[in-house]
């Protein structure tokens, strides 16, 4: 019973070596000219300045980005349900309950929008 987990055993020890050997790769061969400038934070090109933590940063764009997660997801939703809607027997039921979804969608959308979690600036 054992022998046949070892395929696994030897696909799961190659990753990790080869995982290993990447990290130490990385650190033998890594450039040490480490300056003022490179070391400071950097985001955007904009020169950073003030306490980190006493700012109010504008978060629009993580707002958008896990609302397109969240509308990507729940179309993934959509594409079982066209395929099993070829059965004639449960066609109707599964429509109603695709387009209570598909609402759903819509009303959460529509507070997103009403809210300006899509406005970019």
Same mark, same amino acid.
């Given at each position: 019973?054992?022998?046949?987990? !070892?395929?696994?055993? #030897?696909?799961? %020890?190659?990753?990790?070596?080869?995982?290993?050997?990447? !990290?130490?790769?990385?650190?033998?061969?890594?450039? *040490?000219?480490?300056? *003022?400038e490179?070391?400071?934070? $950097?985001?955007? /090109?904009?020169?950073?300045? %003030?306490?980190?933590?006493k /700012?109010?940063? *504008?978060?629009?764009?993580?707002?958008?980005?896990?609302?397109?997660? @969240?509308?990507?997801?729940?179309t993934?939703?959509?594409?079982?349900?066209?395929?099993?809607?070829?059965?004639? %027997?449960?066609? @109707?039921?599964?429509?109603?309950? @695709? !387009?209570?979804?598909? #609402?759903?969608?819509?009303? /959460? !959308?529509?507070?997103?929008?009403?809210k %300006?979690?899509?406005? $970019? @600036?």
């Amino acid at each position: 019973m054992l022998l046949s987990y !070892l395929p696994v055993l #030897i696909m799961i %020890g190659a990753a990790s070596f080869m995982a290993m050997m990447a !990290l130490f790769m990385s650190f033998l061969f890594n450039p *040490r000219n480490h300056y *003022r400038e490179k070391l400071t934070p $950097w985001e955007c /090109g904009m020169e950073p300045h %003030g306490e980190a933590n006493k /700012g109010h940063f *504008r978060i629009h764009f993580f707002i958008i980005a896990i609302l397109f997660i @969240v509308f990507d997801v729940e179309t993934l939703f959509l594409f079982p349900w066209a395929v099993i809607l070829s059965d004639k %027997g449960l066609s @109707v039921f599964l429509f109603a309950e @695709v !387009l209570v979804f598909i #609402i759903i969608l819509a009303i /959460g !959308l529509i507070y997103a929008w009403v809210k %300006g979690a899509l406005e $970019w @600036v």
